[in-house]
């Protein structure tokens, strides 16, 4: 099982960009999109389940997660960007009952110059 991150680039204050998260070897039924800014933790960002999605505060209204299960895909789009949501961009697959995800992509950096 692997999952694979792209869609990650440059872009300035205010614009958009579109990730993609593809999952190979099995359909997951929840996703989620974390992100490590330099120096910090990694963070939550988005997540769905089920098709209901979930949103940090700091991206929410900014942000959508939407799923493509017939292409084992999820997506983020990230609209009026900041350059504080510069970080590498992390997608997961299949989430525990504990809330920590079984799989994880490779990341993809977003830079969001001022």
């Known amino acids: 099982v692997q999952l694979q991150a792209s869609g990650g680039g440059l872009v300035q204050a205010g614009g958009s960009l579109r990730l993609s998260c593809v999952a190979s070897?099995?359909?997951?039924?929840?996703y989620g999109w974390f992100r490590r800014a330099p120096g910090k933790e990694r963070k939550f960002v988005a997540d769905?389940?089920?098709?209901?999605?979930l949103y940090a505060d700091s991206v929410k209204g900014r942000f959508t997660i939407s799923e493509d299960n017939a292409k084992n895909t999820v997506y983020l789009q990230m609209n009026s960007l900041k350059p504080e949501d510069t970080a590498v961009y992390y997608c997961?697959?299949?989430?525990?009952?504990?809330?920590?995800?079984?799989?994880w992509g490779q990341g993809t950096l977003v830079t969001v110059s001022s």
């Open positions: 070897g099995r359909t997951f039924r929840t």
């Open positions: 997961a697959g299949l989430r525990g009952v504990n809330g920590n995800y079984a799989y």
């Open positions: 769905i389940a089920w098709s209901s999605p």
